[in-house]
């Protein structure tokens, strides 16, 4: 499924559109497949690593901060399971937020996920980081930590939660996908 990218916020398409541009003129093609996520897609990816320990504390994390929202999502997605793909629960990825996107490397018609493949000499994924850095945004797969290849967003900052109160988060996430 491609990312809509009409749901990223104001600014980030065009620089999405000359991303994906500068890396075809590379040579890779790199295609959107998911931007705007809502919380309870994040509390899935988040829940599919962890153990029931670590999830049942971040719940009552989320409880004692009083983010009832963020704890229900986290709670109302069911056991989930799968490789470990984000370090940021439901509401502080910039995904949430219409601020991030993924993309995937397209190789003889079909996803590559290999971030040491090369094709012609490049890996994609790299092509995508730099050219991603040289509109603009800020690349996962530069990031020191937790390297998210795919990944670019609007903003420096890694998530929502260095810039933002979790109660801040939590109201916002309830006012855009609540109810």
Same mark, same amino acid.
């Given at each position: 499924?491609?990312?809509? %990218?009409?749901? %990223?916020?104001?600014?980030?398409?065009?620089l999405v559109l000359q991303l994906v541009e500068r890396c075809q003129a590379r040579g890779v +093609?790199?295609?959107p497949n998911n931007g705007l996520r809502d919380p309870f897609a994040q509390a899935r990816l988040w829940r599919q690593s962890r153990a029931t +320990? +670590?999830?049942?504390?971040?719940?009552? +994390? &989320?409880?004692?901060?009083g983010a009832v929202f963020l704890a229900?999502? %986290?709670r109302s997605v069911g056991p989930q399971h799968g490789a470990h793909v984000t370090v940021t629960p439901?509401? &502080?990825?910039w995904h949430q937020w219409g601020e991030a996107l993924d993309c995937f490397w397209v190789v003889d018609g079909k996803a590559e996920w290999s971030t040491q493949k090369l094709v012609n000499g490049v890996n994609g994924y790299r092509v &995508?980081?730099?050219e991603g850095e040289g509109v603009g945004l800020t690349a996962g797969g530069h990031w020191k930590r937790f390297k998210d290849w795919p990944h670019v967003q609007l903003r420096e900052a890694?998530?929502?939660?260095?810039?933002?109160?979790?109660l801040d988060i939590d109201s916002a996430m309830t006012a855009r996908f609540g109810g």
């Open positions: 499924m491609a990312a809509d %990218l009409d749901q %990223l916020v104001a600014g980030m398409k065009p +093609e790199m295609r +320990e +670590e999830i049942q504390a971040k719940i009552a +994390e &989320f409880e004692r901060a229900h999502c %986290l439901p509401g &502080f990825s &995508f980081a730099d890694g998530n929502a939660g260095t810039v933002m109160s979790v």
